[in-house]
């Protein structure tokens, strides 16, 4: 991550060597998990640097949501497969 690119405010668009980015895999270690209602929000720290995480419930898949609240917590090592953002000039990835 901490090599990773970073796009000016506004811009949803990464690129690397000139390549659209559409989609990123991470793997890193949890260090806060918070639930809500509608999301999942995780930080993941891959030893480079640490990402914010978000996951959207889906009211229709609740069996595996509860299964991942259950897995998914601080100290664990993940694979995170998602789309990076930028919003007030933090990074994110929506998995």
Same mark, same amino acid.
């Given at each position: 991550?901490?090599? &990773? ?6 811009? *949803?668009?990464?690129?690397? =060597? /000139?390549?659209?980015?559409?989609? @990123? ?7 806060? &998990? ?6 999942? *929000?995780?930080?993941?720290? =891959? /030893?480079?640097?640490?990402?914010? @995480? ?42």
């Amino acid at each position: 991550l901490k090599n &990773a690119p970073s796009a000016a405010s506004g811009e *949803q668009n990464f690129t690397v =060597d /000139g390549h659209e980015l559409h989609q @990123v895999t991470i793997v890193g270690l949890i260090m806060t &998990a918070e639930e809500q209602n509608t999301n999942l *929000q995780y930080t993941i720290d =891959d /030893g480079t640097d640490d990402i914010i @995480v978000k996951m959207w419930v889906d009211q229709e898949s609740e069996e595996l949501m509860v299964q991942r609240r259950a897995e998914w917590r601080e100290g664990k090592v993940v694979r995170v497969v998602g789309q990076l953002r930028m919003f007030n000039n933090s990074r994110s990835i929506v998995a």
